[in-house]
């Protein structure tokens, strides 16, 4: 019953997306939204993309892993060489940049998943700068100049990408393994002791989630015409670690919001970017002295519209963070 | 053959400056399970400390490596007292989101108020002459940094092992609670190890910008990070191991450039860190020393 009342709230606001993006496309088309705007909604998708997959292995399963612009590198680079030197078409390029970040994310999550806490942190810090220093020094895509990709993406391609990976994360938390995901949060060892594998679904969640973090890097390559090592520093990793800090950890309506607010907050602030991350780190530093659940905690914004009734996500405690 | 040795001098002198680094490190976490993030910025701090020292007041290196460190130490406990306090009970990933925030707080903070633009430290803060010994040219500024590194060190370790707020460290880091029962000030003590290891951040960031000369604010994300690989290299929370792992991580970078890998020189330290997580993750000194701060 409640399953369903939840299914229903999710469904409505999916089809309220997909109405939003053919209005968004008569605007793009008509030419009524300038340049600007249009480059500011393209960048909130690719955003909420990356949010959506960073909610899934920090606000789900709650690994803390804070290398996730690696994975971002890695799909931008496997995608602009699917298309600029195979000469590929753009949609084999956005599965082939996930695939290669999802194998990168298996190849890391393998050894370093064992660890817990503060020391899986570092290691995914530490996986993310070694993506950038070896695409810094591998001559074929370009070095420290970077390489030119050509601009590939349109709205339709980016709206879907974006609600694919919206259902397929919500419907991943709610099956058999988002559960076991979300028990592996709460606490490890009693979820070892109930029987579940819990390094499998630690490597599961960590490669979807780096999967869709690839595709992502996939658009922003094909959105910005040049990829460069620098794009990929550990500041990006902290950009989309904000957004799912802020929104709520263990809410993916929260990291959505984030991730549309926060976009739209620096791209105002573009031409002023150290204000912009001063107040990014005092925001991070006062949510958590004050309110360390984030803005939704693990309740989902559909949730409010239903009075008294439990949302998704796990136990309704918004005393603590998750993890 | 010279050139290695040459290569192994120079690799000791970065070593040294990542082991001041990395005891703060460890000492924090050895204290309060928390990796503060905001100690590779504490570092730039003392190292600008230091450059406006020499540069506006005309003081020598001793003075202002004092000014930096007593700096340094003050910052370290404000940061402790407004941002950590607070946040001593709550989890262990509110806190370290905490101590990102205060990193990149310190670092744009920086930016904002005095522009990004970098400096050059002043090359004639001691004479510069070199020492040949069998064919290896070691500048004095190596010696310098060895000597005032070894001679921290040494301090620290007396002040940690002889005195009294040395002996309440051990006893807090060992088990908070029962200190707290035994009439330790809890409180006063976690204030002392954040300031005795943001003084030697200090310290390390005056020796950096003497032998790199050029300071920016963004300098201490890399050594901050390189430190903390040295600190978990030599066993978290293990003073001496994080001396012996940032002197390590200082020569296994001088080598990897000195065979031809400069561009991947940064990656090392994190190929390190992900080898040394996986195959000993007490680190090197873990299992024999069971003392920690």
Redesign the interface.
């Known amino acids: 019953m409640n399953i369903v009342k939840k299914a229903k709230g999710f469904w409505t606001s999916i089809g309220l997306a997909v109405v939003l993006s053919v209005v968004l496309q008569f605007l793009i088309n008509g030419g009524t939204l300038n340049p600007f705007y249009v480059n500011t909604l393209y960048t909130i998708c690719i955003n909420i993309i990356l949010a959506a997959s960073l909610h899934l292995i920090i606000g789900i399963t709650g690994q ?1 892993s ?1 290398g996730h612009a690696g994975f971002l590198a890695v799909g931008a680079y496997a995608s602009a060489i699917v298309t600029m030197k195979l000469g590929l078409p753009f949609p084999v390029a956005l599965i082939g940049g996930g695939a290669a970040a999802a194998l990168a994310g298996l190849v890391i999550g393998i ?2 998943l ?2 817990r ?3 899986l ?3 995914t ?3 993310g ?2 993506m950038r ?2 695409f ?2 591998i001559d074929y895509v370009g070095g420290a100049s970077g390489m030119t990709v050509s601009h590939l993406i349109t709205w339709p391609w980016l709206i879907a990408c974006v609600l694919i990976t919206i259902i397929v994360i919500v419907n991943f938390t709610n099956s058999t393994h988002g559960r076991a995901c979300i028990s592996i949060r709460e606490n490890e060892i009693a979820a070892d002791a109930m029987g579940i594998n819990t390094t499998f679904y630690k490597v599961i969640a960590f490669a979807i989630g780096a999967f869709f973090a690839g595709v992502a890097g996939a658009l922003h390559a094909h959105n910005f015409y040049i990829i460069q090592p620098t794009n990929f520093s ?1 500041l990006k990793s ?1 950009d989309i ?1 904000i957004l799912v ?1 802020i929104g709520g ?1 263990g809410s993916m309506s929260g990291a959505v919001i984030a991730a549309i607010l926060l976009t739209i907050i620096s791209a105002f602030l573009s031409s002023y970017p ?2 912009r ?2 107040i ?6 006062v949510m ?2 004050f309110r ?1 659940q984030g803005l939704l905690g693990t309740r989902e914004i559909t949730s409010f519209f239903k009075v008294g009734k439990s949302a998704k996500g796990g136990v309704q405690h918004d005393k ?4 | 053959m010279e050139q290695f040795i040459q290569q192994l001098v120079n690799g000791i002198s970065l070593g040294s400056i990542y082991a001041l680094i990395a005891l703060g490190y460890t000492m924090v976490y050895g204290i309060v399970k928390l990796i503060n993030f905001a100690h590779g910025d504490v570092f730039m701090v003392g190292a600008f400390i230091g450059f406006y020292s020499i540069t506006i007041l005309d003081l020598g290196f001793f003075p202002a490596l004092l000014i930096a460190m007593t700096a340094c130490a003050i910052f370290g406990v404000l940061i402790e007292r407004i941002a950590y306090k607070p946040l001593r009970n709550a989890t262990r990933i509110a806190a370290l989101i905490t101590a990102i925030g205060v990193s990149l707080f310190i670092e744009y903070g920086t930016i904002y108020i005095r522009g990004a633009q970098p400096e050059a430290y002043p090359n004639n803060i001691i004479p510069l002459k070199s020492l040949d010994l069998f064919g290896v040219k070691i500048s004095s500024q190596s010696v310098l940094i060895l000597a005032v590194s070894l001679f921290l060190m040494i301090l620290l370790q007396f002040i940690v092992h002889k005195t009294k707020i040395g002996k309440a460290m051990r006893a807090v880091s060992h088990d908070m609670d029962a200190a707290k029962l035994m009439g330790i000030n809890v409180n006063n003590t976690i204030s002392a190890t954040f300031a005795i290891g943001s003084a030697l951040a200090g310290a390390a960031g005056v020796i950096f910008g003497m032998y790199y000369t050029k300071i920016e604010p963004l300098m201490g994300i890399i050594p901050g990070l390189k430190a903390f690989v040295a600190a978990v290299l030599g066993g978290i929370g293990i003073i001496p191991g994080a001396m012996a792992g940032g002197l390590l991580l200082g020569v296994i970078e001088s080598l990897v450039s000195a065979a031809g890998f400069s561009l991947w020189r940064d990656g090392v330290a994190f190929v390190v860190l992900i080898l040394i997580l996986i195959f000993r993750p007490a680190g090197l000194f873990g299992k024999n020393v069971r003392e920690k701060v």
Request: aromatic share 14%; charged share 10%.
């Open positions: 803390f804070i050894p370093t064992r660890l806490g503060d020391y942190a570092i290691a810090l530490g996986f700068e070694i220093i070896v810094l020094n550990f902290f670690l800090v950890l150290e204000v991350m001063v990014y780190s005092l925001v991070l530093i958590m002295l360390p603590n963070t998750v993890a």
